[in-house]
Every structure is written in structure tokens, then in C-alpha cells.
């Protein structure tokens, strides 16, 4: 039943956007040049240039997909890959079909395109379920006896240093562009306000 719901949400994220973006980026636009920032800033999570909640909220339902089939026991992995193999074999098929359709869209536009996006969603789900495949279905206690375990310890750190940096990008980019606008306005004879 979660499985299921979490699946119906995912789909309403990621094949809503578009129509919802169409919609409201216009909107945003105007908000914005009208002096409204509060509302635009608003819109810029909704349908924003990146990271923004449609359709990328989708993404997450979909991981969730697998997180409740990994936490279900029996422990089944067989289920685990016949659901992320399909749902990464169905939005790869849909960027190939959408490229063959519509030809394959500028990828350095503000706004990613449905291409990019449902590329990158079937692309995640393939390695996600290849890696919670392979890995987190075999014993804590007998992990020591396979040698892959020993090669994946420097990627889970790594995953660690990754996440607290993706986590303090905003503050750490307000910081470095204040330094380095006080080192050009030093630069240029121009007192700088830190």
C-alpha cells in the first residue's frame, strides 16, 4: 500500500511538472518585476530554474519505493530488483521515446528539460537498485567475508563528506563570494564593505 502511494505521488510530481511549469514560471516572472519577492521567491521553489519542488519532490517518492521494499520482511531482493529495474528501465524507455519524439533538447538552459530530468530519475533508480542489490541484502555479520565491502568503505565516506557539503553550499558560497568581493573591491582601491 505505501509502495503504491509512493509510486502515484512520484508519477504526479514528475509527469505534472511541465504542465504546472508552463503555468506558473510566467507568473513568477511577473511577481518578481512587479516587486513581489516574497511571492517570486515562493514560485522559485515550486518551479524554479534547479532544484526546485516540481519535479524533483518526485524523486524522492521514488527512492522511498525502495527504502519500504528494503524494510519489509521477509527481506526480498528479488522484489527489490524487479521494482527498480522496471521503474528505471520505464523513465529511460520514456527520455529515449520523448528524444526520438521531440529530438534531444538544449541541456544548458535554466530549466532542465522533461528529457534531462526523466533521464537522470531512470539513470538514479538503475544505480540505486544496483548498488542496495548488491550491498545491504548480505548479513552485517557476514559482510567481512566478501571482499566488495572492502572497496566500499572509501564511497560511504565519501557519500558522508558529499552530503554535509551539499548541506552547507548555501553558507559556504554566501561566505566565499563576501571574500572575494572584498578582495576585488581591495584589488580595484575601493575601501569594501565586509
Known amino acids: 500500500c505505501n509502495s503504491l502511494i509512493f509510486f502515484s505521488l512520484g508519477m504526479i510530481f514528475i509527469f505534472c511538472a511541465e504542465p504546472i511549469k508552463s503555468v506558473l514560471v510566467p507568473v513568477m516572472y511577473d511577481m518578481y518585476e512587479g516587486g513581489h519577492y516574497g511571492l517570486a521567491m515562493l514560485l522559485t521553489w515550486l518551479v524554479g530554474t534547479r532544484h526546485c519542488i516540481f519535479p524533483f519532490v518526485g524523486y524522492a517518492f521514488f527512492g522511498a519505493n525502495l527504502a519500504v521494499i528494503l524494510t519489509e520482511m521477509p527481506r526480498n531482493r528479488k522484489k527489490m530488483m524487479y521494482v527498480g529495474y522496471s521503474i528505471a ?106
Open 89 to 194: 528501465a520505464f523513465f529511460i524507455l520514456t527520455a529515449i521515446i520523448d528524444a526520438i519524439i521531440n529530438g534531444v533538447p538544449l541541456l544548458i538552459d535554466f530549466y532542465h528539460p522533461f528529457f534531462l530530468y526523466i533521464l537522470n530519475l531512470g539513470l538514479m533508480m538503475f544505480l540505486a537498485t544496483l548498488c542496495v542489490s548488491s550491498f545491504d541484502y548480505i548479513a552485517l555479520d557476514k559482510r567481512v567475508q566478501y571482499k566488495r565491502y572492502q572497496y566500499l568503505v572509501p564511497f560511504r565516506r565519501l557519500s558522508l563528506v558529499s552530503l554535509t557539503l551539499f548541506m552547507t553550499e548555501e553558507a559556504v558560497v554566501a561566505i566565499y563570494t563576501k571574500f572575494w568581493e572584498w578582495g576585488w573591491q581591495k584589488e580595484k582601491g575601493h575601501p569594501g564593505n565586509f
